[in-house]
C-alpha cells in the first residue's frame, strides 16, 4: 500500500517535472537547430499550418550561436549593460542591506517594529506605485536616462534586509554576548560572527537579487530612454520576428542566470529555508 | 510552558523573529540607551527615505493638485480616475487574477508539497520545480510565442486531438495563459516553503497521533495543516509579492495593449506614464497603496491573533 503510494508520488512529481522543465529545454533545442530545420518550428507561425519543432536536432550547429556571438556587436553592449548594472545594484544592496539587517535583528530600539513594518510594506509595494514619485526625483536630480537611475532605487531595495533579517535572527544571542564580553566591537561582531553564520541568508538574498535584475523591465522601460543602455531583457523583444539567432541570445540570456542558480543554489535553498521557519 | 505562553502575550510575535521559543533571546539584545544601532541602519533609512518615503509624500501632494495648473483640486483627480474605464478594467483584473491566482498558486504547492514530503528522493525534483525562477521572462517569451500562437505548438496538439484551436492570446484564454506562467515560475519557490514547514513539525507529534489511531487523512486535518499555518503567513505574503511581476510575461509577450482580460494596473500605469497623464497616476498610486497598506495589515492582524492563541 505504501509502496503503491509512493509509486503515484514519484509519477505526479515526474509529470510535473517534465511540464515544467519542457519550455526551458524546447529553448536549448531550437537553438542548436540550423536554418532549414528550424523552418518547422518558425515558418507556421507566419502562414499556415501549425507549428512543430524536431524534438531532437537532426543536424546539431553552432550556427545560431556563432551569428550573435560574432555579427551582433550591439548583443555585447546590452549584455554587458545587463552584467553590469546588475552588479552594481548587487554590491551596493549587500553594502546597505546587510547592516540594516542586522541592526533589525539584533539591537532593541524604538520604532524598530514600525520601521520593520514599513520597510516589508515597501517590499510589497509593486515597482508601479513607486514609479510616478522615482521619476520625479530621478528627473530633478538629472539621473535620468543614466545608469543610476537604474542602480540607485534598486540598491535600497527592502527585499535583502527581510531576508537577511530573519537569518541573522537565527544566530544564537549567546555567541554574541560571548563576543561582547570578549570586548568586540559592534561591527567586529558583525563582520566575525554576522557575516559567516547568517552567510545563506546573504547568498540567498544576492542570487534572488541577481535574478531579479538580470530580468528587469519595467525600471529600465520607464527610466531609459537611450536604447544603448537597455539591459538584455528589453533588448530580446525589440529583435522581432522570431529568427535562429534570436533563439540563441535567449538562450545566451538565460546561461548565466542558470549558472547563478546552479552555484547558489544550496545557499538560496537554505536562505529560503531560513526565511520561512519561525516557530 | 506557562511562561512562554505569557511571553507570547505580552509581546506578539515580531516578525519572525523567535519570541516564542526562546523567549529569553530578545531580552538579552542591545537596549535602547546606546545608540550603537544608528550607524547601522542609517544608510538604508536614509535611502529609503529618499527614494520612497519623501517622493511617495510627493505624489500625495500631486494627487490633489492639477499638474498643469498647480491649483488644489481637492477629489477631481481620484474622481477622474475612479470614473475612469480603463482603470475599472484594470482594476477589476488585478483583483481577480490575485483572487484566482493566489489561491490556486498555494493550494497547488501545498499538495506538491504533501506529496514531495512522503518521497525520498526528493532534492533533484526540488531543484527542478525551482528553476523557472531563475529563467529571465525576456528569454521566454520567444517560447511562450511558438506555444501559445494561433499556428503554435499547443493548437497544433489540440488540431491533432481534434477538439478545434483556441486563440490563446487574443481572447479570455490569456487570462489562463497568465495565471499558468504565474504558476509555472513561482511553484517552485512556495512549494519549498510548504515543505520548510512540513518538515518543521516534530515527527513525533505525527507518531503520536499514529498511535492514538489517526489515519494518515487525519493526521493531514488535525496535526499538519494546524501546525502550517505560520508558513502559510510568509507564503501568502511572497505570492502575493511576486503576483505582481506577472506584467513582465504580459507586457513582453502581449505588449503594452493586450487582450482586455490581461489589463493589469501596471499596464495602466504604463500607458498612462507613456502620455504623461501623472495627476491620474498619483491619484491611482494613492488608492493602490492604500489598498495594499489594507490588506497586508489585515493579514498581519490576522496573523498576530494566531500567534497569541
Known amino acids: 500500500m505504501k509502496k503503491a503510494g509512493s509509486i503515484f508520488g514519484y509519477g505526479i512529481c515526474t509529470a510535473l517535472c517534465i511540464v515544467i522543465v519542457f519550455p526551458v529545454f524546447l529553448l536549448a533545442v531550437l537553438s542548436l537547430q540550423d536554418g532549414t530545420e528550424l523552418l518547422k518550428a518558425v515558418s507556421p507561425l507566419s502562414g499556415n499550418g501549425f507549428s512543430r519543432p524536431d524534438m531532437i536536432p537532426l543536424y546539431p550547429s553552432v550556427e545560431n550561436y556563432t551569428q550573435i556571438l560574432l555579427f551582433s556587436p550591439e548583443y555585447y553592449t546590452v549584455f554587458w549593460n545587463s552584467a553590469g548594472m546588475t552588479a552594481a545594484v548587487l554590491i551596493s544592496q549587500l553594502i546597505i542591506a546587510v547592516p540594516a539587517a542586522w541592526a533589525f535583528a539584533r539591537f532593541e530600539f524604538r520604532f524598530r517594529k514600525v520601521l520593520f513594518d514599513i520597510y516589508v510594506l515597501l517590499m510589497l509595494l509593486p515597482f508601479q506605485v513607486t514609479m510616478l514619485s522615482q521619476f520625479i526625483l530621478l528627473d530633478k536630480t538629472h539621473l535620468l536616462d543614466t545608469r543610476a537611475a537604474i542602480i540607485l532605487p534598486a540598491a535600497f531595495s527592502a527585499f535583502p534586509v527581510f531576508l537577511m533579517y530573519r537569518s541573522f535572527c537565527s544566530i544564537p544571542a549567546e555567541m554574541i554576548d560571548a563576543a561582547r564580553i570578549d570586548g568586540a566591537g559592534e561591527w567586529r561582531i558583525l563582520f566575525g560572527i554576522g557575516l559567516p553564520l547568517g552567510r545563506n541568508g546573504i547568498t540567498a538574498a544576492l542570487v534572488l537579487g541577481f535574478l531579479d535584475m538580470w530580468n528587469m523591465v519595467e525600471q529600465p522601460l520607464t527610466f531609459l530612454k537611450d536604447k544603448r543602455l537597455y539591459p538584455l531583457s528589453l533588448y530580446l523583444p525589440m529583435l522581432g520576428k522570431l529568427s535562429g539567432s534570436m533563439i540563441a541570445a535567449s538562450a545566451g540570456t538565460l546561461i548565466p542566470a542558470a549558472l547563478v542558480f546552479i552555484i547558489g543554489q544550496d545557499s538560496l535553498e537554505s536562505g529560503i529555508v531560513s526565511s520561512a521557519v519561525k516557530e | ?309
Not at chain 2, 546606546?34 to 529609503?48: E, N, R, T
Not at chain 2, 503576483?243 to 489589463?263: M, N, T
Request: aromatic letters at 12%; hydrophobic letters at 50%; glycine letters at 6%.
Open chain 2, 1 to 309: 510552558m506557562i511562561s512562554v505562553e505569557k511571553t507570547k502575550k505580552l509581546s506578539p510575535a515580531v516578525w519572525g523573529c523567535n519570541t516564542s521559543v526562546l523567549p529569553q533571546e530578545k531580552r538579552k539584545k542591545r537596549k535602547t540607551g546606546d545608540k550603537k544601532y544608528i550607524p547601522f541602519l542609517l544608510p538604508s533609512l536614509a535611502g529609503v527615505c529618499l527614494f520612497v518615503a519623501v517622493p511617495f509624500a510627493d505624489s500625495l501632494r500631486r494627487s490633489v493638485f492639477g499638474t498643469f495648473s498647480g491649483r488644489f483640486c481637492g477629489a477631481d483627480n481620484y474622481k477622474a480616475v475612479l470614473d475612469n474605464a480603463a482603470f475599472r478594467l484594470a482594476v477589476k483584473n488585478t483583483a481577480l487574477f490575485t483572487a484566482v491566482c493566489l489561491p490556486l498558486l498555494i493550494v497547488l504547492s501545498l499538495m506538491t508539497a504533501l506529496i514531495l514530503s512522503r518521497l525520498k528522493a526528493v532534492r533533484a525534483i526540488r531543484s527542478v520545480l525551482l528553476f523557472p525562477l531563475a529563467v529571465p521572462t525576456a528569454a521566454m517569451v520567444l517560447i511562450w510565442r511558438l506555444l501559445f500562437d494561433d499556428h503554435g505548438m499547443i493548437n497544433g496538439m489540440l488540431d491533432d486531438a481534434g477538439i478545434g484551436t483556441v486563440h490563446f492570446l487574443d481572447s479570455k484564454a490569456a487570462f489562463a495563459v497568465l495565471a499558468a506562467s504565474y504558476i509555472w515560475k513561482n511553484l517552485g519557490y512556495t512549494v519549498l516553503l510548504w515543505l520548510t514547514g512540513i518538515m518543521s513539525i516534530s515527527e513525533s507529534l505525527s507518531e503520536a497521533a499514529a498511535v492514538d489511531g489517526a489515519g494518515s487523512f487525519g493526521t493531514l486535518i488535525y496535526i499538519i495543516l494546524p501546525n502550517l499555518r505560520p508558513a502559510a503567513y510568509t507564503i501568502t505574503i511572497i505570492s502575493f509579492l511576486n503576483s505582481f511581476k506577472v506584467f513582465r510575461e504580459a507586457y513582453l509577450v502581449a505588449g503594452a495593449y493586450p487582450h482586455d482580460s490581461i489589463y493589469l494596473l501596471q499596464h495602466l500605469f504604463n500607458n498612462w506614464f507613456a502620455n504623461m497623464e501623472l495627476d491620474k497616476i498619483a491619484a491611482a498610486t494613492v488608492m493602490v497603496f492604500a489598498v495594499i497598506s489594507a490588506a497586508v495589515s489585515l493579514l498581519r492582524r490576522v496573523w498576530d491573533k494566531e500567534a497569541s492563541t
